[in-house]
């Protein structure tokens, strides 16, 4: 059988459809065979790729080993012509050594291109057969012959012990039976791509690796963690349903995307992603029944669904990666179709994947972002900076193009929860103490102005939308960010008051676009309403300060910075934004979170690192006039953060400030210390009952934002009947509350 070939740029690729021989090189000698000699005929073969309803695609490293075999024979059979040295021939020393000769001219010529492994053994074989044959013989001119026999054997077999297939071989080849195609299977390790995939992907985890941890993704995406022999990385191994299935879904799905081409969405259609989704999923349901999926369970062609819409007008290997709440990053780097896609895991940090998109991939996505956002990606604006919104998560996308990456497109996600983050979610993941959640409620309920700070990943955005949660219901809240990465949606549909607004990104600059400033001065327009601001970046940190500064806003002003330290974000503000100093004073509370790492290094942790409050008696330099106080730092022993003095003191200016404004605080430090305990172990309490329960449902924001409202309003409740907060009694009927709905939700 002749096999239809494709070669350019270094692939070889060879159409085994229909082939009876196999589809890879672990399992088929011919196709070995055949592979050998077309790198002869093509001279540079950096990569083999077998094509079915699948694509095996062997790389660099893994062609390499069949090139050197190949250079081998050619060496052996052409260049050199070891067995046509006249001396073997001769009559005298022949009729001794004929019978050999044949045998190692059939494995030279056949044997070595179908299984080298397999040559290589059974020429070891022979050369230890005749070499007790030479110590044997007497007969002069048959010692003469088997010398010639044996200096043939060692010359080939030493040039065979030099390859690289033949010494990753070499502890499994012992009794190894010719023609026993299981060391290849264990050397070689394809790449596999269904055709209706443009990703590729390993489909076993690097050889010697241990299996760390296992898990299961919505939609039966298997996770497998991997610690890989003398590396530091750990393999992230991902398993879909679409590499698991059989050759006649296979075949389904390629004939039912083939038809769904007809149906490509128009650019008006894909700026309403979830409507096409909705779309083409009605439609792919149907041409899977068409194309034979009628034998198949609900459920089957439900898999088949999803699969077929994922590959087709989807985002394919992305929304199987966002399923997993557990990743943060995920980086995509240039040149697209080299490298693996690599992830941050929360338990595991950087990862290398079994994933390797192709620059096919790589323009599909490109293409869509650009559609959904409305903002280009070209030579003049070689970054965009987007959002991506799939079932299963979402994540924001910043994409670079060849102008700024010579190497052509590369993409950084950063995943988001596809539900908010919460306090006491991330009291649970011990990313702060319950005293901070309780402090923190108890500011954001005295209407302050706070700034989340941290260095990149430190969960600033978390922290703001999990504040966010924090704020009663009865109030407005507006959000201004460049790019949506702020739990919006799930906060409206849980009947928060929230109107988004979308400003200019201050990297990609699309004119259509209100700048930030502008965006943030249409915001304090619009009415009495609580201010979060995802991010300040650039000039609309002056408006922001100056509108808080001036008493533009009555309610709580939340946003997020980069900057290390409380001095490092005045720093930012003051001298890099162009902030006045004296508009500076209007933050209240600077909370920094950070990355502690292990003493190893590695393994890193989210953590709050300390509170800061900024007072308002200093000129010209807070941290020298001692405008900055702590009112909690982190303990690294015990890794945990702790309240300082000034705050078991009384003596914080920003919680002073806050009970003269409450006629049952004003003066009364005790009264204001046990409210904020109050909600400290209210949040505490909510995280006990979920381990005890094992309810992790129960710390999400649907359960979170019910119990701020129950929290307030038993509160007014015990105000009116027992004349002030009897905290005790608030805790214990807001406790009686809980557990009723705890049944009830059972």
Request: aromatic residues 10%; charged residues 30%; contains cysteine.
């Amino acid at each position: 059988m002749v096999f239809e070939t494709e070669y350019a740029d270094g692939i070889l690729k060879i159409n085994c459809l229909d082939s009876i021989f196999g589809f890879t090189l672990e399992d088929s000698e011919y196709l070995m065979s055949f592979s050998l000699d077309k790198i002869l005929e093509f001279k540079r073969v950096e990569r083999i790729i077998l094509a079915e309803r699948r694509e095996y695609e062997y790389d660099f490293d893994q062609t390499a080993m069949i090139v050197e075999i190949a250079n081998l024979y050619d060496k052996i059979v052409n260049k050199d012509r070891i067995l046509e040295d006249p001396s073997l021939f001769h009559p005298t020393f022949n009729q001794f050594i004929s019978q050999p000769l044949q045998v190692l001219q059939f494995i030279v010529t056949d044997l070595l291109k179908k299984d080298p492994i397999g040559a290589f053994v059974k020429i070891k074989r022979m050369t230890r057969l005749y070499e007790l044959k030479l110590e044997k013989s007497l007969n002069k001119n048959e010692r003469i012959a088997l010398k010639l026999l044996l200096s043939k054997l060692k010359t080939i077999k030493s040039m065979l012990q030099e390859t690289r297939l033949i010494k990753n071989s070499s502890n499994i080849i012992f009794g190894h039976k010719i023609g026993d195609r299981n060391p290849y299977r264990i050397i070689f390790n394809p790449m596999i791509r269904p055709i209706f995939m443009l990703t590729r992907y390993t489909s076993l985890p690097p050889k010697n690796s241990r299996l760390v941890d296992r898990y299961i993704l919505p939609g039966n995406i298997q996770v497998e963690i991997f610690k890989v022999p003398d590396k530091v990385r750990l393999y992230y191994f991902l398993n879909a349903p679409e590499f698991r299935l059989d050759d006649e879904k296979y075949a389904i799905l390629e004939n039912a995307r083939r038809q769904l081409a007809e149906h490509k969405p128009s650019e008006t259609e894909f700026t309403n992603p979830d409507k096409v989704r909705e779309i083409f999923t009605n439609i792919g349901r149907d041409l899977i029944l068409q194309c034979g999926g009628k034998k198949f369970s609900s459920k089957e062609i439900e898999e088949l669904t999803n699969i077929l819409v994922r590959h087709t007008t989807g985002f394919g290997v992305l929304e199987l990666i966002l399923n997993d709440e557990k990743l943060q990053d995920i980086y995509i780097n240039s040149p697209v179709g080299v490298t693996p896609i690599y992830v941050h895991h929360d338990d595991y940090d950087e990862c290398e994947t079994n994933l390797i998109p192709t620059r096919e991939d790589a323009e599909s996505w490109a293409t869509r972002f650009r559609l959904f956002s409305g903002r280009p990606l070209d030579e003049a604006n070689p970054v965009l900076d987007t959002e991506l919104f799939v079932p299963g998560g979402r994540a924001r996308v910043a994409a670079i193009t060849r102008n700024l990456s010579p190497d052509g497109i590369a993409y950084a996600l950063r995943r988001h929860r596809d539900k908010p983050w919460t306090y006491p979610l991330l009291l649970n993941q011990k990313y702060f103490s319950p005293l901070y959640a309780g402090l923190m409620s108890f500011i954001v309920d005295g209407s302050r102005s706070i700034l989340f700070a941290g260095g990149r990943s430190s969960g600033k955005s978390s922290m703001l939308g999990a504040t966010m949660i924090e704020i009663m219901k009865k109030f407005r809240i507006i959000t201004v960010e460049d790019t949506l990465e702020l739990p919006v949606p799930q906060l409206r549909n849980l009947g928060y008051n929230i109107e988004r607004m979308k400003s200019r990104s201050v990297i990609t600059r699309v004119e259509s676009e209100l700048p930030a400033e502008e965006a943030l001065r249409t915001a304090l327009r619009l009415g009495d309403s609580c201010l979060i601001v995802g991010e300040v970046r650039s000039k609309e940190a002056i408006a922001l300060f100056e509108a808080m500064r001036i008493g533009a806003l009555a309610h709580v002003v939340a946003g997020t910075i980069h900057g290390e330290s409380a001095y490092g974000v005045f720093d930012r503000v003051v001298n890099d934004l162009g902030v006045t100093k004296t508009s500076f004073k209007a933050i209240d509370i600077v909370t920094i979170s950070g990355m502690i790492k292990s003493a190893d290094g590695l393994r890193r942790f989210r953590r709050v690192l300390e509170v800061t409050e900024i007072r308002k008696h200093w000129k010209d330099d807070p941290m020298e006039e001692n405008g900055f106080v702590n009112l909690m730092e982190y303990s690294a022993k015990e890794d945990m953060l702790k309240p300082t003095d000034t705050l078991l003191n009384g003596e914080s200016y920003v919680i002073n400030e806050i009970a003269k404004r409450v006629r049952e605080w004003h003066g009364n430090w005790e009264a204001v210390w046990e409210n904020i305990e109050l909600r400290a172990k209210i949040k505490k309490t909510m995280v006990d009952y979920a381990v005890k329960l094992n309810r992790k449902d129960i710390l999400e924001a649907e359960w979170v934002s019910a119990s701020n409202e129950m929290f307030h309003l038993i509160s007014d409740q015990v105000q009116r009947e027992l004349g002030g907060l009897d905290s005790k009694e608030i805790f214990t009927r807001w406790n009686k509350w809980f557990k009723q709905s705890l049944r009830g939700a059972i």
